[in-house]
């Protein structure tokens, strides 16, 4: 395969990915946009493929390495999509980021071994300086987005008892220094590196990342674990690039450019949406430096509760009505009940309506994600600047397993979520709200919103309760 075979093969596949980033831009073109990125990725896989094959002098067996990774990667790639549960997708994102990580590292340790093989330098020839800051650069990025997105795997699972893994913040005294001193320990080792090509320090550096990904992850409670995922995913992008400039690959370099600068600005447009400074995200500050009030620490309160035969008069009756769907609709996969109560509302003329916050759920655009699968229709989902002005005119405000998205406490000077903007449906005239119970949300606080007297809740596993209201609904 020729140069310019593999260049033009490069740029086709490039193309494919830029058209793929258009079209995840609106849900509508998603479709589109993944068959571009599907198309694009076997072009760069089959073409790399080709390459190693020639550079490795051709033959059987050079061919048959390929074509093991390639089954072994992409066969372990396709299962863990089959089997994956909507409700887990944020793990699956988090583990591919940290495999992106990890992989980088790899291959910038395999080119300081053995620069020959990768015809970086010539055997017994010092690795270009410029190659060797980009291999530092690289090295550093995916060694901390490996072992961040594997605190952020434990986070966003909830499941493990050990503690870096739970969802609340893990913080302690002189943090930050600690973080700001490992950080300039890594720069520094970088740059002996680049001077004297010690392989020595370039593991060190290698592990202090490893360290510092972790440092920059725990302080981040699980309620912002979304901006942290879509973060990760900038730093996966950005790791990929730099061993694409050492390696001289194109296609690294591209791929790699478009996952981090758009993974940058996403994490920049949620940040705006949580109110929360980027520099703090990108430097593990993010969040308040307070504690959280646990919910089991606050004394018992009444609630106003009902069935969802309640529900479904309430509902039956109104004119208009908005649903929020948070995580609790995910962990049931509610999806599709939801949707047929929304049609069968609009078949008595009522007007629904679905309102979405940027970071509800555990990954960005996770109900946009959820819903698309139920086929609602588009026409019918809000993103909350787009909503919000028209929860006061609501008669109804249904929500569905979501709780720090819709806390009032955000307006309240000293909570920890304050100045995060949220979906007013304390606004509406009524508010039904489905819990499995009154425990708190991800960030730990409670929610004045389920003590209103315009509050009904309706207690039980979401699906099983709208499945209920349907039937309710004459």
Excluded at 25 to 49: E, K, Q
Excluded at 59 to 73: C, D, S
Excluded at 77 to 95: D, I, Y
Excluded at 160 to 181: C, D, E, S, T
């Amino acid at each position: 395969m020729s140069a310019s075979l593999v260049t033009l093969l490069y740029l086709v596949a490039s193309i494919c990915f830029i058209q793929a980033l258009k079209g995840l831009s609106h849900p509508t073109t998603s479709i589109r946009g993944n068959v571009f990125g599907m198309v694009g990725m076997t072009i760069a896989v089959l073409t790399t493929a080709a390459l190693i094959v020639k550079l490795a002098g051709g033959g059987v067996a050079g061919l048959g390495y390929v074509l093991v990774g390639l089954v072994v990667g992409g066969g372990a790639g396709a299962v863990m999509a089959q089997r994956v549960e909507m409700t887990k997708m944020p793990e699956l994102v988090a583990f591919m980021h940290s495999m992106i990580g990890l992989a980088a590292v790899f291959i910038a340790v395999a080119v300081v071994a053995e620069p020959q093989a990768f015809a970086i330098a010539p055997a017994g020839e010092p690795i270009p300086v410029g190659n060797r800051i980009e291999l530092f650069l690289g090295a550093a990025i995916g060694a901390i987005t490996f072992s961040g997105s594997v605190i952020a795997f434990g986070k966003l699972s909830g499941k493990y008892k050990f503690r870096l893994f739970q969802g609340a913040p893990v913080r302690f005294a002189g943090q930050h220094w600690l973080n700001l001193v490992l950080g300039l320990a890594t720069i520094g080792l970088g740059i002996a590196f680049a001077a004297t090509q010690r392989f020595e320090f370039f593991i060190v550096l290698i592990a202090l990342a490893f360290v510092l990904g972790v440092l920059l992850i725990i302080p981040i409670g699980g309620a912002d674990m979304p901006v942290v995922v879509s973060m990760l995913n900038s730093y996966s992008g950005w790791a990929a690039a730099g061993i694409g400039f050492s390696l001289n690959n194109s296609m690294l370099i591209i791929a790699g450019s478009l996952v981090g600068s758009s993974g940058a600005i996403l994490s920049y447009i949620m940040c705006k949406a949580m109110n929360r400074s980027f520099f703090n995200v990108i430097l593990g500050g993010f969040g308040g430096e307070g504690t959280t009030a646990a919910a089991g620490g606050q004394a018992q309160r009444s609630v106003k509760s009902g069935s969802a035969d309640d529900a479904a008069f309430i509902l039956g009756n109104a004119e208009t009505v908005i649903i929020v769907p948070g995580y609790g609709l995910a962990v049931a996969r509610a999806q599709h009940a939801v949707k047929e109560l929304a049609a069968k509302l609009t078949e008595k003329g009522v007007t629904v309506k679905y309102a979405i916050h940027p970071v509800a759920g555990r990954m960005p655009g996770h109900m946009n994600v959820l819903l698309a699968e139920a086929e609602v229709p588009y026409d019918q989902v809000f993103e909350m600047e787009d909503i919000n002005a028209e929860f006061g005119q609501a008669d109804v405000a249904i929500i569905l397993g979501a709780n720090d998205v819709v806390n009032p406490a955000a307006h309240v000077k000293g909570s920890p979520i304050y100045g995060m903007p949220i979906l007013e449906a304390y606004k509406a005239k009524t508010v039904i709200v489905n819990k499995r119970s009154m425990a708190s949300g991800y960030a730990g606080l409670d929610n004045e919103l389920f003590y209103m007297d315009k509050t009904m809740m309706v207690f039980g596993d979401a699906k099983k309760v709208v499945e209920d209201m349907v039937k309710s609904v004459d």
